[in-house]
């Protein structure tokens, strides 16, 4: 059971985050402080899990906290929660493993519970992180104007469109100033392969195959795309190599 910290000035919003987190099955003990000085008086007594951090708090803002805590000896795994997106890129400097959007939805706060879970695992005692483990990657993207932070391992599939590359997830797509072609060689240790020469995609998130029709494809996130038969021969070895990886 994971223990939790909200840590917001506006009560209706500590209700409802830990209305939400209460029915995760995954969540214990739910701690609440109403600023950032309440949450550091908390945390010396009861350490927690992970902390969930407004950003936009008097005296003590969520960034003020979340660079106090990482003092601690047993630092909280951060999560930070707010209405503003300008913050991601500090947040994720901090190293918070999510920055979620007010309002919280359910399905994106379990994600989020995932996040904690995995990087609870990775560093407990009992199966301590290797030192050379890497984080997952972020990317800097823009969406209306402002900048917001995603994970690599959130990426279904790129295209290609000009000079610029086009990062498709579950929840949108993002235009990013970087040739497929680099994207092809940066990203190919981390399961993407090219599939033609407008699509990169990740192996992991591949659903369905269909290389031996006229027009071989593959379907990644409910989208059908063209596989060239140039690079045919290539997915089949890749294809070939998860397999027996995955055998026991």
Do not use: C
Not at 75 to 88: I, K, Q, S
Not at 111 to 132: H, Q
Not at 226 to 231: T, Y
């Amino acid at each position: 059971m994971i223990s939790v910290l909200i840590a917001d000035d506006e009560q209706p919003a500590i209700d409802e985050l830990a209305f939400l987190l209460g029915q995760d099955p995954r969540v214990g003990v739910i701690h609440q402080a109403s600023s950032g000085a309440e949450a550091i008086r908390l945390l010396t007594r009861e350490p927690v899990d992970a902390a969930f951090l407004d950003i936009h708090m008097p005296g003590l803002t969520g960034f003020d906290l979340a660079r106090a805590l990482a003092r601690f000896e047993h630092r909280p795994v951060l999560v930070f929660v707010t209405a503003d997106e300008e913050g991601a890129l500090e947040a994720f400097d901090l190293a918070a493993v999510d920055y979620l959007l007010k309002p919280v939805r359910a399905e994106r706060l379990q994600r989020s519970v995932g996040r904690i879970a995995e990087a609870l695992k990775i560093g407990s005692p009992s199966n301590p992180a290797p030192a050379d483990t890497a984080q997952p990657e972020v990317i800097a993207v823009t969406l209306g104007g402002t900048t917001r932070m995603i994970r690599r391992d959130e990426v279904r599939y790129v295209q290609a469109q000009g000079d610029y590359a086009r990062l498709h997830t579950e929840e949108a797509s993002y235009l990013v100033r970087v040739p497929m072609a680099d994207l092809e060689r940066q990203w190919a240790d981390a399961g993407f392969v090219r599939v033609h020469r407008s699509y990169l995609v990740a192996l992991g998130h591949v659903s369905r195959v269909r290389l031996g029709a006229d027009h071989p494809s593959v379907t990644v996130g409910g989208a059908e795309l063209p596989v060239s038969r140039r690079l045919l021969p290539a997915l089949r070895d890749r294809l070939e190599t998860a397999i027996l990886r995955a055998r026991p």
